[in-house]
Every structure is written in C-alpha cells, then in structure tokens.
Nanobody
C-alpha cells in the first residue's frame, strides 16, 4: 500500500505561483507513474499532469506552459510548480500513484485558491 500526503496549497492572486508537493510512503519501491488531479467546486475531478518513473511529463492543455511536474525518487516525492495562476485553477489538488498497474488511494488533497 502507498500512502500519499499533499501539501503546499494556499491562497494567491492571479498571476502568482505555488509549488505543491506529494510525499509517498509505504510500498514505494514499485511506484511507476505519478499524477496530479484537481477538483473544482461542482466539477468532476480532472487530470492535470503526470510523470513517469523515468521523468517523462504529461500536461493537460489548460496548464501547458504554466505548470511543471517533477519528482525526486530519492524522497518519493512529486512536485507541481504552478506559475501564472488563474482563478480557474482554483480547486483541491490531489496526487495519485500507479503501482504495478493499480492506482493508489487518494490523498487528502490540498486547496489552491486563486483570486482575481
């Protein structure tokens, strides 16, 4: 089992930046791809970005050029650097890991609020 704890959320003005972190613990040896999702009020949870164990990133179109995902395998931590934040980025951000083809449980999430 892999447990995930997200941190780094907060309140910023539009155009600001935040860096989220997600620390994994437990059975971390076999973690493959790690993901960041978000869920805005009244909307479905959506994929934001992912990164493979080899460091290959993927971004949804709405965050390309603004967000950067990275991971430190020595610390079992994945990061999401968010620049040029917009009010529509307001959401609870969650991370998730893929382990041997199965998704881990969700973490508790971290709230990001962007004011205009």
């Amino acid at each position: 089992q892999v447990q995930l704890v997200e941190s780094g959320g907060g309140k910023v003005q539009a155009g600001g930046s935040l860096r989220l972190a997600c620390a994994a613990s437990g059975s971390t040896r076999n973690i493959d791809t790690m993901y960041w999702f978000r869920q805005a009020p009244g909307k479905q949870r959506e994929l934001v970005a992912s990164i493979t164990s080899g460091g290959a990133p993927y971004y949804v179109d709405s965050v390309k050029g603004r967000f950067a995902i990275s991971r430190d395998n020595t610390k079992n931590t994945v990061y999401l650097r968010m620049n040029s934040l917009k009010p529509e980025d307001t959401a609870v951000y969650y991370c998730r890991s893929l382990v041997r083809g199965a998704f881990s449980s969700w973490g508790q999430g971290t709230q990001v609020t962007v004011s205009s």
